[in-house]
């Protein structure tokens, strides 16, 4: 202090080049001391100390990356105001993920804010995203409840790589057609997480699945499939089991089946809808079919409308018979007229497999899925039709004739016996060649005559 308890300022009692400087408050100084040395004991042990790298200012919008003490580096790209941040080891890996995340925003391919974790994403991706079939929504919320989330849930859908998934199928255990169904819902919902921005790319799209074996499909033969017809004409459902072993119909589409889609003059049969079961939601009608080429009128043979025609009024004497106690059904609040209910017109989606497993018995034929009645429909339909394979895969529903082709098609043992007969015998062009040679005269052979015999 000069005298007069004024604050000494002359230039001689200052430290040098710090000649006329403001003093800063004791608070303020001890702030700038800790900045400098980054002394840990004054921050505190849970703080870390952030280091803004040296270098190149970055532009406006462009992010940083910081150094944390011990914890590598951290950084951040902004995206409409608000910043995304990440962490990576080195420097190199944040410069490396800095770019990649301006690259992506650039794009319109990033989010900002918080990355979900799997079960979040999974919980909003089957909420608001999916439109999924009933079916299909019940076995997806099915598999991310059991599959998906016990094994996976707590990561961040941005930690899934596609090693971490080949694992967890592997630890799946199970078939490989399971694996995809397992995997399925997982791999829509990370393509629409990549779509969105939320990551970068799906990796479930890379995950391979090994092929299975499929079971080799087969047709009854002529003989097998009469058997199994005759016996069902012994009850009441005969016309519901023509339909499956002559036209094909899958199961759905045969239970989906409605009086208004028969047509007894015209002598047609319209499909057009499936009847289906979903757990939390029981029966229902589904109004399309399961391809734009599913939805088809049949011109039908006379023998079954003749069938037909004799199963509804069977149906209509029921109805009377029971009264009260005919249940029906109903979807959406309305009546729903099913040509194949049970006994008291309720859908008979768990009695159907039964009625066939008890129809092969009675017919003696040993047990077959029921779609096996498709696959002999399709073969059948092509040997009557004279190898017509586009109205058979018009019957059947389908828009691709090679696959019709390739999957339903199957060689019958009485073809095979009547093709090798066949070609034992002479072919047409041998038996002319034969016949030819029988009609034309025997020439006589030319007699060679030594001229050394002959004198001058």
Not at 213 to 235: C, M, P, T, Y
Not at 292 to 305: C, N
């Amino acid at each position: 202090m000069a005298e007069g308890g004024s604050p000494r300022n002359d230039i001689s009692d200052s430290e040098p080049g710090k000649a006329n400087q403001p003093v800063l408050p004791r608070r303020k100084r001890a702030r700038n001391a800790i900045k400098s040395t980054h002394d840990h004991s004054l921050l505190g042990s849970r703080r870390r100390v952030l280091t803004k790298e040296r270098g190149t200012r970055a532009a406006n919008g462009e992010g940083s990356i910081y150094r944390v003490e011990g914890r590598g580096y951290r950084g951040y790209v902004e995206i409409n105001g608000q910043r995304k941040f990440f962490t990576a080891a080195s420097k190199a890996e944040a410069s490396q993920k800095k770019r990649e995340l301006l690259r992506r925003r650039d794009q319109g391919e990033l989010q900002a804010g918080r990355v979900p974790t799997v079960e979040q994403w999974m919980e909003h991706w089957l909420t608001n995203i999916s439109n999924a079939r009933p079916t299909t929504d019940a076995m997806n919320r099915w598999v991310t409840e059991k599959k998906i989330v016990p094994a996976l849930g707590k990561l961040k859908i941005s930690a899934l790589t596609t090693e971490r998934l080949d694992r967890w199928v592997a630890d799946l255990a199970v078939a490989p057609a399971s694996s995809r169904r397992y995997l399925a819902p997982l791999r829509a919902a990370l393509e629409e997480a990549s779509r969105r921005g939320h990551i970068g790319h799906n990796p479930a799209a890379r995950v391979n699945i090994a092929t299975q074996q499929g079971v080799k499909a087969s047709a009854f033969s002529r003989d097998d499939r009469d058997a199994i017809l005759a016996a069902a004409e012994k009850g009441n459902d005969a016309a519901r089991w023509h339909i499956a072993l002559r036209l094909g119909l899958r199961p759905a589409e045969a239970l989906g089946l409605v009086w208004d889609d028969f047509d007894e003059v015209a002598g047609t049969l319209t499909i057009q809808r499936q009847l289906l079961y979903a757990k939390g939601v029981g029966d229902y009608v589904q109004h399309s079919a399961k391809t734009a080429a599913g939805t088809r009128t049949l011109q039908l043979p006379m023998s079954l409308v003749k069938l037909l025609l004799e199963h509804r009024a069977q149906q209509v004497q029921t109805i009377l018979d029971l009264g009260d106690e005919w249940a029906g059904f109903e979807f959406n609040g309305a009546p729903v007229a099913l040509m194949f209910p049970m006994a008291n017109g309720k859908p008979a989606i768990r009695t159907d497999k039964r009625a066939w497993k008890n129809l092969l018995e009675q017919a003696g034929i040993p047990f077959e899925r029921r779609y096996k009645s498709r696959h002999t429909a399709a073969t059948h339909m092509i040997v009557d039709s004279g190898g017509d394979i586009a109205v058979t895969a018009y019957n059947m529903g389908h828009g691709d004739t090679g696959f019709t082709y390739r999957t339903y098609v199957h060689p019958l043992e009485a073809q095979a016996v009547e093709l090798a007969k066949r070609m034992d015998a002479p072919t047409l062009a041998a038996k002319v060649a034969a016949n030819v040679a029988a009609s034309e005269p025997q020439q006589a052979t030319p007699v060679t005559r030594d001229p050394s015999n002959y004198a001058d």
